[in-house]
């Protein structure tokens, strides 16, 4: 690589793109790597404020940024994931189909210590979907030591890739509505509609819903009657607070279940309730799932479809970030709402 006055840069080679910013209006490539420059192209160049330009000179010491970002998009890239043409130096990896994003946290530090190195992604255990940008990667310089982009790339790739989109599983759903009130019909049950919509992005078949009073006994056997039926997931809603006609969490553990929490430090949701019994989930769900736009529910959901097995730290990790700014205008998940910090160990 060597470093040339404009003007006497004419009939030679570009090895680098070169950007042009119009400030609030446009930011974009004037000039593509391999690009030969011209008479023209002269006070064009000067314009953009380059005196002096980059050709590229062999060097097998050193790897030319394009062909770094490429290679490092390829080692870093797990199943469920594609990418670009370098621009700007730079590759972006996209999501290949609707599911949820896996980043080895740990490991994308380690390489983001690495001199010269970068590489950026959404958050880990994000709900995606296809064809959205979920991480970039580039060098810094316009070429690297090629002992440092290998030792990259052993990085990116072992053990298993940095990145990962685990797709969506079509679970059969199952919903208990709890609440005397409405197996009596002294109200109408609001639930089964906002749970229908919720999981029906995920591919979920629901099996159907049934109505019980507060009667935990009853609670467990229409658990355990889903379950039967081959349901994969049961939505148990209702009856989750303190007062003493709400039995719906003596419900769930009269099932058998191991509970794994009863209590998130999540605002919306803190009465949130998960079990598993089996290998099938088993969600308790308090009343603001129904009326808040986003709750804890939210958090778990796309994990639960995407097959992971919540312990209670992932639980215990929520409660920084779990604070819901309840915003006028909802963007969630493009926002700060359990992206704590303490979730980020994938499993």
């Given amino acids: 690589m060597r470093k040339v006055p404009v003007t006497k840069a004419v009939g030679m080679e570009l090895c680098h793109d070169i950007t042009r910013i119009v400030p609030g209006h446009e930011k974009g490539r004037a000039y593509q790597r391999g690009h030969v420059i011209t008479p023209g192209d002269v006070p064009r160049l000067q314009d953009l404020g380059k005196e002096h330009v980059f050709v590229?000179?062999?060097?097998?010491?050193?790897?030319?940024?394009?062909?770094?970002?490429?290679?490092?998009?390829?080692?870093?890239?797990?199943?469920?994931?594609?990418?670009?043409?370098?621009?700007?130096?730079?590759?972006?990896?996209?999501?290949?189909?609707?599911?949820?994003?896996?980043?080895?946290?740990?490991?994308?530090?380690?390489?983001?210590?690495?001199?010269?190195?970068?590489?950026?992604?959404?958050?880990?255990?994000?709900l995606v979907v296809e064809g959205q940008k979920v991480a970039g990667t580039r060098i810094i310089p316009l070429a690297i030591q090629r002992s440092i982009l290998e030792h990259a790339e052993g990085i990116c790739s072992r053990p298993g890739p940095l990145i990962t989109v685990k797709p969506f599983q079509p679970l059969w759903v199952g919903i208990v509505t709890t609440g005397s009130e409405v197996y009596t019909g002294r109200i109408k049950d609001g639930f089964c509609s906002v749970l229908k919509q919720k999981t029906s992005f995920f591919g979920a078949r629901v099996l159907g819903q049934v109505i019980v009073p507060d009667d935990p006994e009853v609670i467990a056997m229409e658990i355990r009657n889903f379950i039967s039926e081959g349901a994969q997931l049961v939505l148990v809603t209702g009856g989750m607070s303190v007062d003493p006609d709400d039995v719906t969490p003596t419900g769930i553990r009269g099932t058998g279940a191991e509970v794994v929490f009863y209590g998130?430090?999540?605002?919306?949701?803190?009465?949130?309730?998960?079990?598993?019994?089996?290998?099938?989930?088993?969600?308790?769900?308090?009343?603001?799932?129904?009326?808040?736009?986003?709750?804890?529910?939210?958090?778990?959901?796309?994990?639960?479809?995407?097959?992971?097995?919540?312990?209670?730290?992932?639980?215990?990790?929520?409660?920084?970030?779990?604070?819901?700014?309840?915003?006028?205008?909802?963007?969630?998940?493009?926002?700060?709402?359990?992206?704590?910090?303490?979730m980020y160990g994938v499993k």
């Fill in 56 to 126: 590229w000179e062999p060097d097998d010491d050193l790897v030319h940024e394009d062909e770094s970002a490429l290679r490092l998009a390829r080692h870093a890239a797990g199943p469920g994931l594609s990418w670009g043409e370098p621009n700007q130096g730079r590759v972006d990896l996209r999501a290949a189909y609707n599911g949820l994003l896996k980043v080895q946290v740990d490991r994308l530090t380690m390489l983001n210590n690495l001199d010269g190195v970068i590489m950026s992604t959404l958050h880990n255990n994000r």
């Fill in 264 to 342: 998130a430090p999540v605002l919306p949701g803190s009465m949130f309730m998960m079990a598993y019994l089996g290998h099938v989930t088993v969600c308790g769900l308090p009343g603001c799932v129904m009326f808040n736009k986003t709750t804890v529910f939210d958090l778990v959901l796309p994990r639960i479809f995407a097959g992971d097995r919540l312990c209670r730290g992932d639980i215990a990790g929520m409660g920084h970030g779990g604070f819901c700014e309840d915003c006028e205008v909802c963007r969630f998940p493009a926002c700060s709402f359990g992206k704590s910090t303490d």
